[in-house]
C-alpha cells in the first residue's frame, strides 16, 4: 500500500528555520507532483508549495521567499526548507502524494518562543 510519511517537524524560535521530509513509497516517484500543505487550530488546510516532476514549484503568498520545496528523486522523497520562521507558521504540515491522492498522518511545527 502507498504511502507518505513526514518528519522533522519540532518547536522553533521565531527568525529559526526547520527543514521537513517526505518520503514516499510506491513506484514511479519522479512523474508525479508533490506538494506541502499546513493546518493550523481553527483553520482550513492551505497548500503551502508544491512541485511537479520537472521541477516547477508554487508557494503560497505568505511563503515566498522564505520556504523552498525540493525533490531527490532517488530518494523518493520530497523536501520542505523553511526559513525565517514566523508564530503564524504553527501548523500540522501534511504531505499530498498527487499521484495516489494520499496524505500523510502530518508533523508538528511550532514557531514560539
Known amino acids: 500500500q502507498e504511502q507518505v510519511v513526514e518528519s522533522g517537524g519540532d518547536l522553533v524560535q521565531p527568525g529559526g528555520s526547520l527543514r521537513l521530509s517526505c518520503a514516499a513509497s510506491g513506484s514511479q516517484f519522479s512523474t508525479y507532483t508533490m506538494g506541502w500543505h499546513r493546518q493550523a487550530p481553527g483553520k482550513q488546510r492551505e497548500l503551502v508549495a508544491a512541485?511537479?516532476?520537472?521541477?516547477?514549484?508554487n508557494y503560497a503568498e505568505s511563503v515566498k521567499g522564505r520556504f523552498t520545496i525540493s525533490r531527490d528523486n532517488r530518494k523518493n522523497t520530497v523536501y520542505l526548507e523553511m526559513n525565517s520562521l514566523k508564530p503564524e507558521d504553527t501548523a500540522v504540515y501534511y504531505c499530498?502524494?498527487?499521484?495516489?491522492?494520499?496524505w500523510g498522518q502530518g508533523t508538528q511545527v511550532t514557531v514560539s518562543s
Open positions: 499530498r502524494h498527487y499521484g495516489y491522492g494520499i
Open positions: 512541485i511537479t516532476s520537472g521541477g516547477n514549484t
